[in-house]
């Protein structure tokens, strides 16, 4: 994505000439040095949100970068005979915290910086990647801004576009269809109600949304609103203790019957949270562990079940992590401008299957998933329902 790039419109050009600050460290971070002599270790900071609400993502995650760091290392944990020197950092889920973290990294000579589940957070470490010119490979941070924010920011997981752009697999062509969205009156259901109406319709769905007060107890009444709106697929985005009556609503008040409903299916902690809904719902999906049945999962499963782990929905966000820090390093060096063209068009093959990182922006392409919940026993487990190609799912070029 580099302004020296001839495909870059004059938009990305503008960007790039902006002056880059910051508390850059002793060795720039575009040439090499002596530090890429043979054998010499590579400082690398994990910034990830080992405490906090969203620590059981970052585990998650954590889990999935070592499997992924013992696969593209062939157990060694060195690229081309140079150790990985890992420090693992918590963000405490907040920005300030990471910040502090990131700073300390690079003032130590860090030029490679990955991590966070926590859309705010990565931004604040997009924007220190840009002024010390360092390496920063988001993670589950879902967040459509990250993608082109700026020449050394990439991501290992998916992006908010292909989450919803998957929802909408569900009908079809969305042209002509009317969606609504349903969600609670807060700012995490007004963002959804907004990603539904720039991707789907844009797409040339209608899109209208229902939205709930945040302490509402009741919801016949709202699932009666989705009935009488005669959609051709609800997106439920929701989130908190009020779920269960939520889902048992809709399912009583028959809304599964009016039009399909589509939700995120979340991390296995969640699989038994739908009640009486769960064979109903349609998920979308980012991954599961068996979504995908490639070589590269098995061996990552192989590896987490052998830490006492199990894959769950950010795994393969880690695994990739991983793989692509490798890839900067054998073929970047100590260079962070080496480091950025070797990721910028790289294809690979990785749990989900074959990914591609957009040199334009820096997207991550990649397969997404159609799931339902089976009962297997007492519980509830995912089942795939349909791969959708990355193609189907890839976000508009950012800038």
């Known amino acids: 994505m580099r302004s020296t790039r001839k495909y870059l419109a004059p938009a990305f050009i503008a960007a790039a000439a902006i002056a880059l600050v910051g508390c850059a460290p002793t060795t720039a971070a575009g040439g090499g040095s002596d530090a890429d002599a043979e054998g010499s270790p590579v400082a690398i900071g994990m910034i990830t949100s080992q405490t906090g609400p ?9 889990a999935g970068f070592e499997a992924g760091l013992d696969y593209a290392t062939d157990g ?6 140079r150790p990985l020197d890992i420090t693992w950092e918590d963000d405490q889920g907040n920005p300030d915290t990471a910040v502090a973290k990131a700073k300390d990294l690079i003032g130590q000579g860090t030029q490679i910086l990955a991590g966070t589940v926590v859309s705010g957070i990565a931004t604040t470490l997009a924007e220190q990647a840009a002024q010390n010119k360092v390496l920063y490979i988001s993670g589950p941070a879902a967040a459509d801004a990250i993608t082109g924010v700026n020449d050394y920011t990439f991501r290992s997981g998916r992006q908010t576009y292909q989450d919803v752009a998957t929802a909408g697999t569900f009908i079809g062509d969305p042209a002509g269809k009317k969606v609504v969205v349903f969600a609670q009156d807060n700012a995490f259901g007004q963002g ?8 789907l319709g844009s797409a040339g769905a209608t899109v209208d949304g229902v939205l709930v007060a945040e302490d509402a107890t009741e919801f016949t009444p709202f699932a009666q609103q989705l009935i009488a709106a005669q959609p051709d697929l609800v997106f439920v985005a929701w989130a908190g203790a ?18 399909p409903v589509v939700t995120g299916l979340g991390d296995v902690a969640t699989y038994n949270a739908y009640g009486d809904a769960s064979g109903d719902i349609s998920f979308l999906n980012h991954y599961f562990g068996g979504a995908a049945g490639t070589d590269v999962e098995a061996a990552m499963i192989e590896h987490l079940e052998a830490a006492g782990a199990e894959p769950d929905l950010f795994s393969a966000d880690g695994f990739v992590a991983a793989q692509m820090i490798v890839q900067a390093v054998r073929e970047g060096g100590d260079s962070v401008d080496g480091m ?5 068009g790289w294809t690979f093959d990785s749990v989900k299957g074959e990914l591609t990182v957009r040199a334009e922006d820096h997207a991550l392409l990649q397969p997404m998933f159609q799931v339902k919940l089976v009962q297997d026993g007492a519980d509830w ?14 976000p508009p070029v950012a800038g």
Request: hydrophobic share 50%; glycine share 6%.
């Open 54 to 62: 969203l620590a059981a993502y970052a585990e998650a995650y954590t």
């Open 76 to 81: 060694t944990g060195e690229v081309d005979g």
């Open 192 to 199: 959804n109600l907004a990603a539904v109406q720039a991707v």
């Open 242 to 259: 009020s779920s269960g009556a939520m889902w048992t609503a809709l399912s009583q008040q028959g809304v599964f019957d009016a039009a």
């Open 340 to 344: 950025v063209d070797a990721l910028e």
């Open 381 to 394: 487990v995912p089942e795939l329902v349909d791969t959708v190609d990355a193609e189907t799912v890839a």
